[in-house]
């Protein structure tokens, strides 16, 4: 009983939309199975802020720790880039409605269990990776630049910038590659 309580409290925990703490549960089976599944926070996650007010401690660790948002990454760029994000982040959604966005300190990312694409904004494009290893994208326009040897932000082993929307639907064809 009381590890079921210990589990409730640390869900609650865990499910502030501004705090970055995530919780897995991790099951064993027979056969030294074992199952690893993130917890995931619910849609409406309120704010740790209003507890931060009433204690010090806890204000003390979330004023360290960022949580970054999508409104971050996009009021730091001018309208034109902004609307460029817009109309890959509307394709992506067109194309896999349930993915998650996740912005990160570089990036956004765009989830189904893992990372499939990554969107960095730039001052004047985007940059974008597909996130498939080396030899797994079939590009016939060759479009996307290997940066397996290369340090980058985002995960993959694909990248392009983009200044405008003209190889858009292509590039919804290729990041359908690492989907399905």
Known sequence: MFLLALLKNQRLATNFKDIAIELWEVKRYENDLISINPIKKTKSAESIKPLTQQN??????TDEIKVYTEEDHLNRHKDETVELYEDFKQALLNLKP???????????????????VDIELQAKSLKIWI???????????KLMRDVSATGHAGNGDYEVTVKDTENLEY??????????
């Open 56 to 61: 010090s401690v806890i204000k003390s660790v």
């Open 171 to 180: 590039i919804m064809s290729l990041v359908k590659q690492a989907i399905f």
């Open 131 to 141: 996130n498939l290893k080396k030899g797994q994208l079939d590009d016939p326009k």
């Open 98 to 116: 349930d993915f998650e966005i996740v912005p990160k300190k570089w990036y956004v990312a765009f989830k189904i269990n893992k990372n499939i």
